[in-house]
């Protein structure tokens, strides 16, 4: 099943289930980094708290409850539309990050899926989209607001696709942003949202037609004479 093929260390393992450790919130994340995000972190709770919050235990029983029948939906990362390698945006700018994704499966996604974030930098408010069901091998773009921080230097943050049933799926995308002084990203996607909304405006209709212009310019030029 995509996404359950995870390498775990004996010895990290073994660290972890004598660690004895109280925070529940460094077990969570610990689980979840070792599942690469295939669950979110009220699953992982269920599954440690089921478990005496013994770490190696959690991921038996999780294996143990995965059914090989579920048919896991396929999400493959494409390419970054917006913020690539080597663009930067000033402290403090709105802008959009877009990816583009495919359904690489044989099946059509299930209803109700979404793009949440999972780990690291969030730049805003927004930690979730709804993303429309692709047909198999269907490419499409998925895009958030964001805001840069306000101090320069390199952010970066994980996305995944995940189901209405709280189930993530497919690759780990990813936001990597540098935030400088200077940065044109944001002036730039400020300037082509102007453009397109300059484009879509009524145009003044002209007075004088192509021709009738170089008439009445001809005219003008025999008066000043």
Partial sequence: MEGMDVD???????????????????????FQRLLGFQLNPAGCA????????????????????????????????????????GESIPPDTQFVK??????????????????????GDQFGHVNMVMVRSLEPQEIADVSVQMCSPSRAGMYQGQWR????????????IWVILSVEVGGLLGVTQQLSSFETEFNTQPHRKDPYPLGARSTVGEMKHAQSN
Avoid: H
Avoid at 15 to 23: A, E, N, V, Y
């Fill in 8 to 30: 775990l260390d004996p010895e990290l393992m073994q660290k972890f289930s004598c660690l004895g450790t109280t925070d529940k919130d460094v077990l969570i994340s610990e």
């Fill in 46 to 85: 269920f599954f440690l708290d089921m478990t005496n919050w013994n770490l190696q235990a959690a991921i038996g029983a999780y294996y143990d409850f995965e059914s090989p029948n579920i048919s896991v939906p396929s999400m493959s990362f494409v390419e970054d539309v917006t913020i690539g390698e």
């Fill in 98 to 119: 877009t990816w583009r994704i495919q359904n690489s499966g044989a099946e059509a996604w299930p209803p109700g899926v979404c793009l949440k974030y999972v780990g």
């Fill in 161 to 172: 696709m995940c189901t209405a049933t709280g189930l993530y799926y497919g690759d780990v």
